[in-house]
């Protein structure tokens, strides 16, 4: 974990609890999907990262805010990330998250869907105490973030060109992200100069930050929770590695591709191949440069902005996190 994310995450976790803490059944079932929570109501930290909600509260630091200010607004982020994982479980069919089983499995997908809608409301219902433009900039990227999971569903019928995979991935994980950034500086007050080299250090990160996630469900390993070797795969997901596959692939093994990802989940034997179709056509060492490269866009946005020595050198950690991450 980098200082960044650390430096916030106790006082994150403790103000998603006190938002949390209403005492109805669908609200122990949102703590439990968040991560602050046990099945038997004992506070838990297994809330992920807090990436978002931490980008929030470093940037309005950064900016010269408050941060208790700026803690509504990164909680309202969070809620609505959460609120997107819960659906998005559902229309994928995802039977573990975090380890633990999703809500749909374990309480059907009524009550799942229930306990997304909830965290929705409760996201805007917070980040309303921030003020109308806070609250249009989450509700904004929340649409855009709608619209990629749709396009993403989409795309299960077909395989699209690379310029079609980075225009989703841009709303369904992008927007939240330049939304993180874009956030703190409204309730710090930064000038719209400073808001759109946050957006554009954003747009970088977010590609950054799902690309890499590519790699990690291709070449992950049985230590990396939900990302074992060849799990995109196996849950045939136009994840980069098999867009670039498609795209570089001789003819023949283009339409076998095609294939196994028009079926059901794929096999071993179909993975294996795949795993080495995408190597042989250099799928992961593209992936790989395109992290660098779309972190080295969005940095060049850095000296536009008037960060603390110590927040750059934050930021630069976090940026090295994102390029090369691991978990």
């Given amino acids: 974990m980098t200082r960044l994310l650390g430096e916030y995450r106790g006082l994150l976790l403790s103000a998603l609890r006190d938002v949390l803490a209403a005492s109805s059944t669908l609200s122990l079932l949102v703590r439990q999907h968040v991560g602050v929570e046990d099945e038997q109501g004992r506070p838990i930290d297994a809330a992920g990262k807090l990436l978002r909600p931490a980008l929030v509260l470093f940037a309005a630091r950064e900016f010269g805010g408050e941060i208790e200010p700026a803690l509504p607004a990164a909680v309202a982020l ?15 069919r995802d ?19 229930n306990a997304g809608d909830l965290l929705h409301a409760m996201a805007a219902r917070e980040v309303a105490r921030c003020g109308a433009a806070a609250a249009s900039c989450l509700a904004q990227a929340t649409v855009e973030m709608i619209e990629g999971q749709s396009l993403d569903l989409s795309y299960e019928g077909r395989f699209v060109a690379i310029d079609e995979y980075l225009a989703m991935i841009d709303r369904k994980t992008g927007a939240l992200l330049r939304c993180s950034l874009e956030l703190g500086g409204i309730v710090a007050g930064a000038s719209d100069e400073a808001l759109a080299a946050l957006r554009e250090l954003g747009i970088g990160m977010g590609r ?23 799990s995109d795969v196996r849950r045939r997901k136009k994840a980069f ?9 001789g ?45 080295a866009r969005g940095t060049r946005s850095l000296d536009r902005l008037p960060l603390s020595p110590a927040g ?8 090295r996190y994102l390029a090369g991450r691991t978990r």
Wanted: hydrophobic letters at 45%; aromatic letters at 6%; proline letters at 3%.
């Fill in 95 to 113: 039977r573990t998250r975090r380890g633990r089983p999703t809500l749909w499995v374990a309480h059907g997908e009524a009550e799942a869907i």
């Fill in 312 to 319: 750059r050198d934050e930021l630069d950690e976090l940026i």
């Fill in 251 to 295: 003819q023949s093994d283009r339409r076998r591709l095609e294939a196994v990802y028009s079926g059901g989940e794929a096999g071993d034997n179909a993975v294996v191949w795949v795993v080495a179709l995408m190597e042989r056509v250099g799928a992961r060492e593209a992936a790989d440069a395109a992290v660098r490269d779309h972190l």
């Fill in 208 to 230: 950054a930050f799902q690309i890499r996630d590519d790699v990690l469900g291709i070449w992950g390993d049985g230590d990396v929770v939900g990302k074992p070797r060849g």
């Fill in 241 to 249: 590695p098999a867009v670039w596959a498609h795209a570089h692939a």
């Fill in 78 to 92: 969070e809620l609505v990330h959460n609120f997107s994982l819960v659906h998005d479980d559902i229309q994928d």
